[in-house]
T-cell receptor, first 115, second 113 residues
Framework: AQTVTQSQPEMSVQEAETVTLSCTYD???????LFWYKQPPSRQMILVIR????KQQNATENRFSVNFQKAAKSFSLKISDSQLGDTAMYFC????????????WGAGTKLIIKP | DAGVTQSPTHLIKTRGQHVTLRCSPI?????VSWYQQVLGQGPQFIFQ???????GRGNFPDRFSARQFPNYSSELNVNALLLGDSALYLC????????????FGQGTRLTVV
């Protein structure tokens, strides 16, 4: 079975600090995409960053970067220079490159940025 | 450009009733997926439709059904509502069948009493 585990239910850091959210996943497949989504109180899921499993280079998007360790099945998200607007639930997810294409999600990490 | 729109935003239903949730994808997107997010949990996949055909189904009972229309909008129907169906229902649209870049609506909050 495909699973995603986020071991940190809640984290809080001071504004401008760097924070890392952890994610591990389990699949026997080799072709997949990994994602981090942000869900603010408005409820809308917003894509933060995406990583193709066949790419060794870690994805980056401005203040957001990932540490992708394929052998360890680990996909952590680093947020640099954290801002108050980063406060939200963060979900790790992946999708297999098959005909189903469903997103498989972790339980989420609540991130609080303190002023 | 309009994003993914879902309606209604909130609704309250009684056990045993039926509910229809609606989703309009981003213009040009041909794939719609439905997810159920119970409070405090990550979303669970319900259905994916692409070009009006069902491409995937999650582990949900037959009380859940969906369809996609020629304009690519979609409906999710739930019959014989149970208290456990109370959740946020999310719709995601993507250009093609693969959810490699899925855009989500703000969801419909369903409360079953």
């Amino acid at each position: 079975a495909q699973t995603v585990t986020q071991s940190q239910p809640e984290m809080s850091v001071q504004e401008a600090e760097t924070v890392t959210l952890s994610c591990t996943y389990d699949t026997s497949e080799s072709n997949y995409y990994l994602f981090w989504y942000k869900q603010p109180p408005s409820r809308q899921m917003i894509l933060v960053i995406r990583q193709e499993a066949y790419k060794q280079q870690n994805a980056t998007e401005n203040r957001f970067s990932v540490n992708f360790q394929k052998a360890a099945k680990s996909f952590s998200l680093k947020i640099s220079d954290s801002q108050l607007g980063d406060t939200a639930m963060y979900f790790c997810a992946f999708t297999l490159m098959d005909s189903n294409y469903q997103l498989i999600w972790g339980a989420g990490t609540k991130l609080i940025i303190k002023p | 450009d309009a994003g993914v729109t879902q309606s209604p935003t909130h609704l309250i239903k009684t056990r045993g009733q039926h509910v229809t949730l609606r989703c309009s994808p981003i213009s040009g997107h041909k794939s719609v997926s439905w997810y159920q997010q119970v409070l405090g949990q990550g979303p669970q996949f319900i259905f994916q439709y692409y070009e009006k055909e069902e491409r995937g189904r999650g582990n949900f009972p037959d009380r859940f059904s969906a369809r996609q229309f020629p304009n690519y909008s979609s409906e999710l129907n739930v019959n014989a509502l149970l208290l456990g169906d109370s959740a946020l229902y999310l719709c995601a649209s993507s250009l093609l069948a693969g959810n490699t870049e899925a855009f989500f609506g703000q969801g419909t909050r369903l409360t079953v009493v």
